[in-house]
């Protein structure tokens, strides 16, 4: 096995459009990927055998992981049409997909509409505005399901009006991160990766991510993560039991799933914050704590490369109370 | 009284209720007696010190309770509160 598979970038769209708007599109969707793996080494000082690596995701323009499956959605849906001039994009996001929308929409010049839960935070209502986005808040006691739920009713009543991108049936979503960030782990790990962890939220990042993985070496663990509890703050993730699952979604490629509490997520940011200069979003955290389990269950000595993906930064968690506890 | 909305995740909780009518003079006797008619509240709204969790915010009718008096808040007849998990922060103004 080599490291031969390098990733290559987003394909940008190829619909006709001003010179202008079409450079700035090569701009934005040339910047997303290649994002650079970190050594936690710290946190595995006690396993030596252990590399555990995170994939920094606050890299790319938007400064989440979602802006590879938003710059996927957005290609293949110039390309086939579905986004046509005039045609309105709109999806249900709890915050990353939108910012990411709102910044291809403008960069690309296209209309973004989003259904946004009202308990998000002021700073990512802000991003989105910042970008010129239309936002729909929805019933905060309803969360992403109740969001989900008002785009499937708008995109029903206005089919010529919008495209709905839906990235949690859109397999474009999953498809980012097999010609991506599978690509990315296996070339930065040069095919050294073992086990490879990931929070389940549309679920894309982890059915992507491994069914290349598992192409380049059966071998490999995959470990998908999903909060203790319907009731979380562990943003962007879903507990599959109670909430809709995503089409996307195939319970057939995890090798194990792994619960985490929202308190285990918050101590493992403060403690990434304070100890390791890390300052990352709470399903970071959360996967940092999940590939710690990972690596903590491994056989003594067994040689381990651990890789999994820090979603975004702590920057629009800020206003949370968990920072001042502990 | 005071209604307090529930939000989906927690109503199993409660019977399936959105909505739970409860008695008292400030937040903190409202979330009390709410946990008293539904016991199995306690351990989703409560860390193990007794302290509300700390991802949820409680809102009395728009205003989130951190920024009035907290759980000592009075409550007026026909105020409204709902718990609210933070996705990311509180509902803030736009």
């Known amino acids: ?326 | 009284m005071t209604e307090v909305q529930i939000p989906s995740p927690l109503r199993q909780y409660t019977g399936k209720q959105s909505t739970v009518t409860v008695p008292g003079k400030t937040v903190g006797d409202a979330l009390t007696a709410l946990v008293g008619q539904h016991p199995d509240l306690q351990r989703h709204l409560y860390n193990d010190d007794g302290k509300l969790r700390a991802f949820v915010n409680v809102y009395v009718n728009d205003e989130d309770m951190r920024y009035l008096d907290k759980e000592a808040t009075p409550l007026t007849d026909g105020d409204t509160i709902s718990i609210v998990p933070s996705i990311a922060g509180g509902k803030g103004i736009v």
Not at chain 1, 107 to 127: G, H, M, Q, W, Y
Not at chain 1, 231 to 248: N, R, Y
């Open chain 1, 1 to 326: 096995m080599t490291a031969a598979h390098t990733s290559r970038a987003l394909s940008s769209p190829v619909a006709a459009g001003a010179a202008s708007g079409e450079a700035a599109a090569r701009a934005v969707f040339g910047r997303i990927g290649n994002t650079p793996l970190i050594a936690l080494d710290d946190l595995t000082r006690d396993l030596p055998a252990v590399r555990l690596l995170g994939k920094a995701e606050w890299y790319n323009p938007g400064g989440s992981v979602k802006d590879r499956a938003a710059a996927s959605i957005v290609g293949e849906a110039q390309r086939n049409g579905q986004l046509a001039p005039g045609k309105i994009l709109l999806d249900s996001t709890s915050g990353n997909t939108g910012i990411a929308y709102a910044m291809l929409g403008a960069a690309l010049r296209f209309p973004v509409t989003l259904c946004v839960p009202e308990n998000v935070s002021d700073e990512r209502k802000r991003i989105l505005q910042a970008y010129g986005a239309n936002i729909i808040f929805t019933d905060p006691a309803e969360g992403s399901d109740g969001a989900i739920q008002i785009a499937r009713q708008l995109a029903a009543r206005h089919p010529d009006l919008y495209f709905y991108a839906d990235q949690y049936s859109n397999d474009a979503n999953w498809r980012a991160h097999y010609l991506t960030t599978a690509n990315e782990i296996w070339r930065q790990t040069e095919g050294r990766v073992t086990h490879f962890v990931s929070m389940l939220g549309t679920t894309g990042t982890f059915v992507g991510t491994t069914r290349r993985l598992k192409e380049l070496n059966p071998r490999i663990r995959c470990i998908s993560l999903q909060p203790d509890s319907a009731f979380h703050g562990i943003e962007g993730a879903k507990h599959l039991p109670t909430a809709i699952v995503p089409p996307i979604y195939d319970a057939s490629l995890a090798d194990a799933n792994l619960e985490i509490s929202t308190e285990s997520a918050h101590a493992m940011a403060r403690r990434l914050a304070r100890q390791h200069g890390l300052l990352v979003g709470v399903s970071a955290a959360a996967a940092v704590v999940g590939s710690l389990q990972v690596a903590e269950n491994l056989k003594k000595n067994q040689p381990a490369t651990v890789v999994t993906i820090l979603c975004d930064s702590g920057e629009k968690y800020l206003s949370e109370r968990f920072w001042e506890e502990g």
